[in-house]
């Protein structure tokens, strides 16, 4: 199934990207010339200090911040070339996004929350494939409590199913463990990775947690807006997913 994610060139480009916001003291000039290339199915750690330019590179991946100049490029489509409308789709059909808070609809239960991307896509099986996708998570018996009647733990497993409900070929995510005990945190950590297995999706990860980054075959580490280094690391900790996830199968 992998290899047919493996067409073409890289996945992401980013070639040269700056970004300078507005502030009161005056332009901050927040990444400054960042380029670099994702192939499909690389999980990559995005790691750096409070303020390095981390989360606004996600948005600007994502197509919710243009940049102030440089070119990025998803799945061969120029975000620069597209609309509202075509940023909206594009984020739709092919780039699954989990923040640090859950950012649920507090007023619908996980299934409705699961199968809103679906919906919104037009989809048939909305909700028989999203009931699915919360089995994935191990949240099959709680199809139909509201976010407010989750732990935190179950809801970030409830936006990871939804990030990933519609087979993104990107997933991007912000600190996906930053509001979770370590516990629960592992247990997301091993949602994130069985999914990606099974998906065959590439990952990009900002985090601070070391044993998060660990499991990432590469670190991109940035630096007041410019990449600091950029490796990949000796063993990628998937062999432990690997078995739990042929063993839910």
Do not use: W
């Not at 332009?27 to 409070?50: D, W």
């Not at 600190?175 to 091993?190: K, Q, R, Y």
């Not at 998060?212 to 670190?219: D, G, K, M, N």
């Amino acid at each position: 199934m992998t290899s047919s994610h493996h067409s073409g060139g890289p996945l992401v480009v980013v070639d040269n990207i700056h970004l300078t916001l507005g502030s009161a003291a005056g332009p901050v000039n927040i990444l400054r010339g960042l380029s670099f290339s994702i192939t499909a199915g690389e999980t990559v750690a995005l790691v750096g200090p409070s303020g390095s330019g981390k989360s606004s590179l996600l948005m600007v991946l994502a197509g919710l911040e243009p940049p102030t100049s440089g070119r990025v490029s998803i799945d061969g489509q120029d975000l620069g070339m597209l609309d509202e409308d075509g940023l909206a789709r594009l984020r739709r059909d092919h780039i699954g996004i989990v923040f640090q808070s859950f950012h649920l609809i507090p007023t619908m239960t996980a299934l409705e929350n699961v199968a809103l991307p679906l919906e919104l896509g037009q989809h048939r099986e909305a909700f028989t494939t999203a009931a699915d996708g919360l089995g994935a998570v191990g949240l099959g018996h709680r199809l139909d409590h509201y976010p407010a009647q989750l732990s935190g733990g179950e809801q970030q497993r409830v936006a990871i199913a939804r990030a990933f409900i519609t087979g993104p070929k990107l997933l991007l995510a912000d600190e996906p463990t930053g509001n979770l005990d370590a516990t629960t945190g592992s247990l997301v950590i091993d949602c994130l990775f069985e999914q990606h297995l099974r998906h065959g999706t590439t990952l990009l990860l900002i985090t601070h947690a070391e044993a998060l980054a660990e499991r990432c075959a590469r670190h991109i580490s940035l630096a007041d807006g410019i990449i600091a280094d950029d490796r990949m690391t000796a063993t990628p900790q998937l062999g432990a997913v690997r078995l739990s996830a042929a063993g839910k199968s």
